[in-house]
């Protein structure tokens, strides 16, 4: 089975199962027998309608459909201020805690401020950073503090940071995506069983083990 934890399209693709990432706008779209994630992006942030927008992703986040809170996080290359964006961070996460919700992170040169908000908050949550592009030094601290790091299309781009963290990284906190990408998530999975060095089953078998202990499902 390919699982593809985080994409934007509504069709499956080249995926078994999916988990589209629904914005908070966008939650009409939810259908019977599929997996949402549902969020307020950081990019999306206004704190003209901040209060309704984290309405709609909380109204929604009880869907059993909705097995996941976000994508939200902190992006620091954005004009929306970092008080603003964490605002909603800290909104959402309360919704995941709630609710007992993985969180999908969108993180962008603030890998340092999401790792320290959830260690000292102690939040039991497992926290998923979708397109991770970090060293492998953050990589490691991160999965061994319990997060889980999702790679797609930089294992493509050898001038990454993701290119070059990932064949160090536990394969037991990994998982794949397409997110809005040209790559397949076929593509996505021969390459990283490639930098990995094993059987792209074996691989696929991995994160279907992945995505029952963090989600407590089946995919």
Known sequence: MLIDIHRHAKDAGAADRV??????NQTSEI?????YSVGLH????????????LKMVEDAASYPQVIAIGETGLDK??????????????????????LEKPLIIHCVRAYNEVFTLKINA???????????????QMGEQLTEKGFYLSFGHLLFHDRSKAYHAFPNLPIEKLFFETDDSEYSIDE??????????????ILQKQIESNFKHCFGLEP
């Open 188 to 201: 996505v999975y021969k390459k990283a069983a490639l930098l990995k060095g094993i059987n792209w089953e």
């Open 42 to 53: 950081p990019w999306h942030v206004d704190e003209n309608t901040i209060q309704e927008d």
């Open 122 to 136: 102690n939040i039991k949550q497992p926290w998923i950073i979708h397109w991770f592009n970090a060293n492998r």
């Open 31 to 35: 259908e019977e027998d599929k997996f």
């Open 77 to 98: 290359t954005i004009k929306t201020s970092l008080e603003t964006q964490s605002f909603a961070f800290y909104a959402q996460i309360d919704i995941a805690r709630k």
């Open 19 to 24: 988990v589209r990432n629904l914005f908070h």
